[in-house]
């Protein structure tokens, strides 16, 4: 399981990109519909993950990520509980 030290991270990288509260995203929210990231922004989020966490997220990865909950399943696989 990620940590929570982690998960808030990314959330407040969401958050900073999709200018909805840190404290109102789910794990279930879609980036696109509920978060309203667009092609840009969720081009934006690899760069800033990848930044913020040293890992290297391949586009094919990327565009396969459509929700919260999948975006935190790759930062588990990639960084585990860092």
């Known amino acids: 399981m990620i940590a929570p030290a982690t998960e808030a991270r990314i959330y407040k990288i969401l958050s900073d990109l999709s200018a909805v509260p840190q404290q109102q995203i ?13 092609s840009v922004s969720s081009m934006e989020l ?17 565009v ?7 975006l935190l399943a790759l930062a588990e696989n990639r960084i585990g509980d860092a």
């Open 64 to 70: 396969r990520i459509t929700d919260v909950a999948g």
């Open 26 to 38: 789910k794990r279930g929210d879609r980036l696109r519909e509920d978060l309203g990231l667009d």
């Open 46 to 62: 690899v760069s800033m993950l990848s930044e913020e966490f040293s890992i290297d997220v391949e586009l094919e990865e990327a």
